[in-house]
């Protein structure tokens, strides 16, 4: 497969996220400003779409199948929710009404929709969809755990967009990334078998390298597969404009 990312964006600087929540040094340190605690939400650095972004417009929480002909990819369940914030002042507050799109490969490797790389998928649109964000700024996902192909480390793509269909919009990409011990187990169970070994882990890919860390998604054993939440804030002043 191809090696599909290069890192954009920026990661904000110590001062520079003191100044957005206009808290003192020590109040970022201890974690309270003035007796109240430090808004949870957290500004993510960006990476690249890659190319195998596809805007389907496909609106459905469970992305597993393919919708024409509702095959369901093999993997181990994986349900991940991205909890949307907008900086606000000196805190933040839920970004309702933001489309998030998610996209990634099968167990396998294959993206759908896409040819070159050693396969052809084109017309089929597994493992791809959006969901609008609640009140609560959640949009909820149920999918499979992603498999990893060559010169990559396994990663979820995401793309939040505040006005997908209008001409001007802010639009935020990023990537998810997973522990390397966790990624060994699942990619240790059947439906991964074909893959072949995983040469790339975190800390040798070049994405994660800038910013992954910041990145990674938090799981929990949670039937038989894995659920996790994702708390990202916007600053809507630094996002690009469509």
């Given amino acids: 497969m191809h090696t599909d990312d290069t890192p954009v964006g920026r990661l904000l600087s110590r ?106 998928t084109r017309g089929q649109k597994f493992l791809r969809g959006y969901q609008v964000t609640d009140e609560g700024g959640l949009a909820r996902f149920t999918t499979i755990y992603p498999g990893g192909y060559s010169g990559r480390a396994v990663h979820i793509h995401f793309k939040i967009r505040t006005q997908p269909a209008a001409a001007r919009g802010d639009e935020f990409t990023s990537q998810l990334y997973f522990d390397d011990a966790l990624t060994d187990r699942v990619h240790a169970t059947p439906a991964y078998g074909g893959r072949g070994p995983r040469r790339v882990r975190n800390e040798s890919d070049g994405p994660f390298r800038s910013g992954g860390r910041q990145l990674l998604l938090p799981l929990a054993e949670r039937g038989q597969g894995y659920a996790g939440t994702f708390d990202i804030a916007l600053d809507r002043s630094q996002q690009r404009r469509g």
């Fill in 15 to 120: 001062r520079e996220v003191v100044a957005l929540l206009g808290l003192s040094s020590g109040a970022l340190l201890t974690g309270r400003a003035w007796g109240q605690p430090v808004p949870s939400c957290v500004v993510r650095p960006q990476q690249t779409e890659g190319p195998f972004f596809v805007d389907e417009r496909l609106n459905r929480s469970d992305i597993r199948s393919d919708p024409a002909s509702g095959v369901v990819k093999p993997g181990v369940l994986l349900q991940v929710a991205f909890k949307v914030s907008r900086l606000a002042g000196s805190g933040c507050a839920p970004l309702a009404g933001a489309h998030v799109d998610v996209w990634h490969c099968d167990a396998l490797g294959a993206y759908s929709d896409t040819s070159g790389w050693g396969a052809d």
